[in-house]
């Protein structure tokens, strides 16, 4: 019985391994195990490990099904990054609403009850304990093997990495294992000129990485017509990456520059009036450092 068990094994290890080699080469290699095995399906549990991720990051209080979810549309570690567009609404600390009758109180006292942040200390309210955020790691990690497709995965492991963990490479390979799976995205191309910028300090490298970002908002914009007009995540990137060049611009000393960017961002900002401020700012230093013959100086200052 056992030889027959051991034979058995061995055959079915090998047919698996004919069929994924089959699978990888139909899809370019792009499949992994899971995705071999669960199929479409793999979304669903990697959704699952994704949003296990934000439950933990909150300390288990966390609304479920039967509880108001408005506040928690966009998982709160994604939205922190900065990268990705809230649609979050209401109250988040109180998704549970008020007690129904003694017992449910009396119960509460036996859950997580208290609205946390893992990096703002947990808990414990204690500040020094923020590292401990690379408890999420693994679930993210998880969820971006089950589905290499999901965008805000790679964005908040990349995020986290970089700002609470000073993991600053390996931050920047989850980002371009991420634009592996999804060239020219414009969301992981603004994440990775942050890196440049925040982590690094290259100016230069963030300004190309910034200006491929702009350049891929536009041509899916050409590709989706009304998408810059009318979809809330489009403009809420390309806005992101006008302001971030726009500043790096600024201070680098070329004003001329850091007006077109504001300029742009004006067209998708939910606050024009303030942008336009900024655009007046810039344009009356720029008459102040006008020289005598009507040049603007827009030479860039040295690199950092």
């Known amino acids: 019985m056992l030889i ?40 669903i549990f990697a959704n699952s490990f994704y949003v296990k991720a934000d439950e933990y990051y909150h300390s288990g209080y966390y609304p479920t099904i039967f509880n108001e979810t408005k506040a928690f549309q966009t998982p709160h570690m994604a939205a922190d990054t900065g990268a990705v567009a809230s649609r979050n609404e ?55 093997e089950l589905d290499p497709d999901n965008i805000e995965t790679y964005l908040v492991t990349a995020y986290w990495l970089r700002t609470k963990m000073n993991r600053v490479s390996e931050a920047e390979a989850v980002l371009r294992e991420g634009l592996r799976h999804q060239p020219g995205d414009p969301q992981l191309l603004y994440e990775l000129g942050r890196v440049y910028y925040e ?6 490298q963030a300004r190309s990485v910034w200006e491929a970002a702009s350049r891929s908002v536009t041509k899916q914009s050409a590709a989706r017509p009304g998408a810059l007009q009318n979809d809330p995540d489009t403009r809420f990137i390309y806005g992101e990456i006008q302001r971030h060049l726009a500043q790096l611009e600024e201070d680098n000393g070329r004003l001329d520059l850091a007006i077109e960017h504001w300029q742009q961002d004006k067209l998708v900002s939910p606050q024009p009036a303030e942008v336009q401020k900024r655009i007046d700012d810039l344009i009356r ?20």
């Not at 290890?13 to 139909?26: N, Q």
């Not at 982590?199 to 230069?204: E, G, I, K, P």
């Open 199 to 204: 982590s690094r300090h290259n100016l230069a």
């Open 4 to 43: 027959a068990l051991v034979v058995t094994c061995f055959g079915m290890a090998a047919g698996l391994t004919s069929r994924f080699e089959a699978y990888d080469d139909a899809n370019g290699g792009r499949k992994n195990v899971f995705q071999t095995i669960l199929g479409s399906s793999s979304r």
């Open 90 to 144: 209401g109250e988040e600390k109180g998704f549970m609403g008020p007690p129904h009758d003694w017992l449910e109180a009396f119960g509460r006292n036996f859950i997580p009850n208290r609205h946390t942040h893992l990096d703002e200390g947990g808990p414990a309210d204690d500040l020094s304990n923020s590292k401990d955020v690379q408890e999420i790691l693994p679930w993210l990690k998880f969820s971006a």
């Open 285 to 304: 230093r720029q008459a102040e450092s006008t020289d005598k013959s009507g040049n603007t100086r827009s030479e860039p200052l040295p690199n950092k």
